[in-house]
């Protein structure tokens, strides 16, 4: 939160904080303030708040509603829970996984640090590669050829081709050796694209292996806080005490599921996975709102756009900004599920200005910088958002989705938004 130091301060909620916005909205309600009563009206579903009966239990409704919470109640309940978590934390004792040997797996390494200082003592491992950009296929080199992209689009910066496969290549090495290493393997994951292709990864090399005696997962779509969830490393290290109490066994049907899942990713033919996006995979219920997300970033059946590409243009439509703003925009207030890190960003953006006629004209204002440039759309670039003219007949570079290769030069798998369906064209 603004002024503060602690860089977990907007999910550590403060229960007299809390009453003291209720309050404010409360004054501000009874004063007439329009955005106010709005707020009131959304949370108690009245279309227009009378000021002179709205009481302090209104407005702290109302306050809860905002924040994810049924109740007052249930905000009080979670505020005094994660107080005691924090403190436990502080208290002598067992590690909170000590019961039996545990692997963490996490799609990246941003709750390690989290879970050593919340006590966690198992052994952690990144499996870090981001499959909704770039390809993710089923063949034999499928990892080699996911260090080649990687290598090629300059994800880390000074790392090459050998060692991006050596790193890719050890993961798959600790998982492939996980179930016999560890009693008990525990994914941690959210609800975007990026965490869910990546447990669908590990659901299936359990399912054709074998899972280790105790498999379970924690998987996270909100978590209370003055700022928008993302992900699971905006969190404190109490939080992930309170998460780990939310753990799930991953059964037969969440393996099968997983599996099924992953072979349609790897597939170059993409009905598939819209069929599982159909199902709302119960059983992983946020596999098929991610599998959608990655759906979306197939050509558009109307302008030939992924959806990302789509929403950057519609920023630049209105004004030109700088790229930075372009990320903040896009993906912190546009994007419906963020997914992508700063790196894949530009490499999508870096791609767009491929096509020919550019779509955007840009302004280097430091060249080191590349988030500074600035960026003004062009009459060819409104013209493809508007549907007038079709993105692939701008002959952009060749990209991959999972296993499906998006060529300009060949008929493609697109993805109609309004049926909900993939089409060839």
Known sequence: MPGTSDPYASFRLNLEQQRKRAKDLLRAVRAGDAAARRRLADAVALPGPDAATIKL?????????????????????????????????????????????TLHVRCGSDIKGALEAARFSGDFLAVWDSFPVGPVTDAPDWIA????????????????????????????????????????????????????????????????????????????????????????????????????????????????????????????????????????????????????????????SVNGLSLTQSLLLQILAREPASVGDLWRVSQGKLEPMPFLGDTMFLHILDQMARGHPAVYERSVIDPAGPFSDRLAITQTGREVLQGVTDWLSLRPPPRWLGGVR??????????????????MA
């Open 145 to 300: 050829q996911r260090a080649r992209f990687h290598a090629d689009t300059g994800t880390v910066r000074d790392v090459g081709y050998d060692a991006f496969l050596a790193e890719l290549t050890d993961a798959d090495r600790r998982l492939a050796a996980s179930a016999k290493s560890y009693p008990r393997v525990v994914i941690w994951t959210e609800h975007d694209s990026h965490d869910q292709l990546s447990l669908i990864r590990c659901l299936a090399h359990y399912a054709r292996t074998g899972p280790p005696s105790v498999l379970e997962l924690i998987a996270v779509n909100h978590f209370p806080g003055s700022q928008r969830f993302i992900g699971l490393g905006q969190l404190p290290p109490e939080a992930m005490w309170l998460l780990w109490n939310r753990r799930e066994v991953i059964d037969a049907e969440r393996l099968s599921v997983g599996a099924a899942a992953w072979a349609a990713l790897t597939s170059g033919d993409p009905r598939a996975l819209a069929a599982i996006a159909r199902t709302r995979t119960p059983a992983l219920p946020h596999l098929a709102p991610a599998v959608h997300r990655h759906l979306q970033e197939l050509p558009s």
């Open 57 to 101: 239990a209104d407005a702290q409704f109302a306050i809860a509603r905002e924040l994810g919470f049924r109740a007052w109640r249930d905000l009080r309940t979670h505020v005094m829970a994660q107080a005691a978590a924090r403190e436990a934390i502080t208290q002598p004792g067992p590690a909170v996984d000590a019961d039996m040997p």
């Open 406 to 423: 998006i060529d300009p030069s060949t008929p493609n798998w697109r993805w109609d938004e309004a049926r909900q369906e993939v089409t």
